[in-house]
């Protein structure tokens, strides 16, 4: 099966630990987020030859390197056909045109509507495969501003060896992603409403992880893109947006909306395993923790303001810690005192290297409100194309954006999620497809819980057959 590959933490204090320990730990255990120990390479031409291929063998290409040593080939690929096979549109993650040099990488063809779906799909499997031959069981947690909670609970649904709670902002969500998660009905699944933003429920989340006798007893796994596999999966389609448009011989950037920071480190990680990705463009909402961070070099969080691209409505990015362990060269002891005074004062001001090489490879840019609801209504009148809002940041922070040669944006989600915002700026009310067709009619199961870590914590081990039958299945 081939070398095995080793991870290391950001913060440099856990062990090293192989593919399916690092899948089913999610947090590392001194808080840090796991990355290579070094990065695969592809070579050019065989980035040239995954134009025209299948989405799926593509995946098996790209994430082969990365499980090397502990799922077989004939796993691998059995589990990426089966997550790609799961999607409506044959080619998985198609470009649209919308500009001269620009195309929107369409990645909401998934069961739940949202690029989460790419990577939760194939998790859900790897876990499965996973905790069948460790004869375990797994508890599952997940934060979730709208998006990764439906698409979560959509692949473990089906699952045998796991229990999924999902933490969501009560009220701070869309209704059609509140849906997705308290309408599933499968005896596995918690939908737990949190009075608090999303930077609660990830602080929840993360505070779980770190208690190390709750994190035992309950064998907890985490789905949010903490995760290296969620990254992982995401690298795959800026291969397959990258060589259909051309590369490596054409020039190719990406704009990417961001919340959390996972989907454009995967852009990253991409472009350290060889593909020639000319700029990594962050695009923010109102939320533009990440934007201030590039002009000025002080992270500092400011309060979350809700907006009409809620999955994006985040302060505390939490793959920014992946991205300065690597801009440092590595330096585990520097993360570790970034990331103390971001907990202890909310801010952290980066070293002037760390920022020039941050620069390097990323642009940053904001759309407020107006600039969002301008953008979708300019592209629909000029294009016949309806963004998303999430997906309208993007566009307008890509055309804000200087760039050479061909600038792909990540579609992040179907407009049908964001109906309300989506028929205010373009007058169009987006529909939802037929899969969906009786969503907002199934009854909703879901808890309301406070911003409590005791609480949610109890509620947690009083749920999960993993606490209360033992690991061992
Ligand atoms: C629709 C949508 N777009 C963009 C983002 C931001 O992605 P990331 O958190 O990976 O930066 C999210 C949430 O993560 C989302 O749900
Ligand atoms: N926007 C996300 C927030 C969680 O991000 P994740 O990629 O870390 O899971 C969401 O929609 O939940």
Not at 143 to 148: F, I, L, P, V
Not at 384 to 409: E, K, N, Q, S
Request: hydrophobic share 45%.
């Amino acid at each position: 099966m081939g070398v095995i590959v080793r991870y290391v933490s950001s913060r440099g204090q856990a062990p090293r630990l192989g593919f399916a320990d690092v899948l089913l730990a999610g947090l590392a255990s001194d808080g840090g987020l796991y990355v290579p120990e070094t990065w695969p390479t592809i070579s050019a031409a065989t980035v040239e030859g995954f134009a025209g291929k299948p989405y799926a063998d593509v995946a098996f290409a790209v994430l082969k390197p990365f499980v090397g040593g502990e799922i077989s080939d004939a796993d691998l690929r059995r589990m990426v056909d089966e997550a790609y096979a799961t999607f409506r549109h044959p080619a998985v993650a198609p470009l649209v045109q919308t500009d001269a040099d620009t195309y929107v990488l369409e990645l909401f063809h998934g069961p739940t509507l949202a690029f989460k779906d790419v990577a939760m799909q194939l998790l859900a499997r790897l876990m499965d495969h996973v905790l069948t031959e460790r004869g375990q069981r797994a508890t599952i947690v997940g934060a979730t501003s709208g998006d990764t909670g439906g698409a979560a609970i959509a692949a473990f649904a089906q699952s045998a060896r796991t229990d999924i709670f999902i933490l969501f902002p009560k009220g701070r969500v869309s209704p059609v992603q509140q849906r997705q998660m308290t309408g599933h009905g499968a005896a596995n699944v918690h939908a737990l409403a949190v009075e608090g933003t999303f930077d609660d429920c990830q602080a929840l989340v993360k505070s779980m992880f770190n208690d190390a006798a709750f994190r035992r007893d309950t064998a907890l796994s985490g789905v949010n893109s903490i995760n290296w596999a969620r990254i992982m999966a995401q690298i795959v389609y800026y291969f397959t947006a990258a060589a259909s448009l051309g590369a490596p011989a054409r020039k190719i950037s990406f704009t990417v909306p961001t919340g959390n920071f996972g989907d454009i480190f995967a852009g990253y990680a991409a472009k350290r395993m060889g593909l020639p990705i000319d700029r990594l463009v962050i695009a923010t909402n109102a939320n533009d923790i990440l934007a201030r961070t590039l002009a000025d070099g002080v992270y500092e969080t400011l309060g979350v303001h809700p907006t009409t691209s809620p999955s994006m409505d985040i302060q505390v990015s939490s793959n920014f810690e992946r991205l300065l362990f690597e801009a440092s060269g590595r330096d585990a002891a520097l993360v570790t005192r970034l990331m103390q005074s971001l907990s202890q004062s909310g801010r952290f001001t980066l070293p002037d290297g760390v920022l020039a090489a941050i620069r390097a490879e990323f642009d940053a840019g904001r759309a407020d409100e107006a600039a969002t609801a301008e953008t979708i209504r300019t592209v629909n009148d000029t294009r016949a194309y309806l963004l998303d809002p999430h997906t309208a940041v993007a566009v307008y922070v890509a055309g804000a954006t200087p760039h050479d040669g061909v600038m792909v944006v990540l579609g992040t989600a179907h407009p049908a999620k964001f109906p309300d915002a989506v028929e205010a700026a373009s007058g169009i009310r987006p529909v939802l497809p037929p899969t969906h067709a009786d969503l907002m009619e199934r009854p909703e199961v879901f808890t309301v819980l406070g911003n409590d870590a005791a609480a949610i914590k109890s509620f947690i081990a009083g749920h999960s057959r993993a606490a209360t039958t033992g690991v061992a299945a």
